[in-house]
Structure formats: structure tokens, C-alpha cells
């Protein structure tokens, strides 16, 4: 498990409450597992909660860029 899989939605929805957050939220998959994250948050319920989307994106380099950059 890497620190990154030990994030939750709560704790996610709370650091970015009242943050502008753009077109979207990028999600390590890592966080993820079949639409849950660790405290049984959906990833439609945390998008509700930061009225944002979100897309989850493969931890690595190239597809983190290929996110942002489109």
C-alpha cells in the first residue's frame, strides 16, 4: 500500500473544502478501488462534496502529465 492508498474521501473532501479546484479532480488510482476509497466514500460522493468531477489517473509520471496537459 502506498501513502497515497490510504487517503479518504473525508479527509480529501476537508483539505480541499473552499478551494478553487478547476474543471477537475485528478485521483491517484492507487486511492481507488472499484469506485471506494478506504472509508466507503464513492467517488461520486466525494465529487458531490467538492462539486467537482473526478478523474482517476494511474500514479505515474507520464499519465499524470497526459492529464493535465490533455
Known amino acids: 500500500v502506498t501513502v497515497a492508498g490510504l487517503l479518504t474521501g473525508h ?4 483539505q480541499l473544502a473552499g478551494q478553487d479546484l ?3 479532480v485528478l485521483l491517484p488510482s ?3 478501488r472499484d469506485e471506494w476509497l478506504l472509508d ?4 461520486a460522493q466525494l465529487s458531490e462534496a467538492l462539486g ?5 489517473v494511474k ?3 507520464p499519465d499524470f ?3 493535465v496537459l490533455g
Open 22 to 24: 478547476g474543471d477537475e
Open 40 to 43: 466507503d466514500w464513492t467517488l
Open 11 to 14: 479527509d480529501i473532501a476537508a
Open 30 to 32: 492507487v486511492a481507488v
Open 52 to 56: 467537482a468531477p473526478i478523474r482517476v
Open 65 to 67: 502529465a497526459e492529464a
Open 59 to 61: 500514479p505515474l509520471a
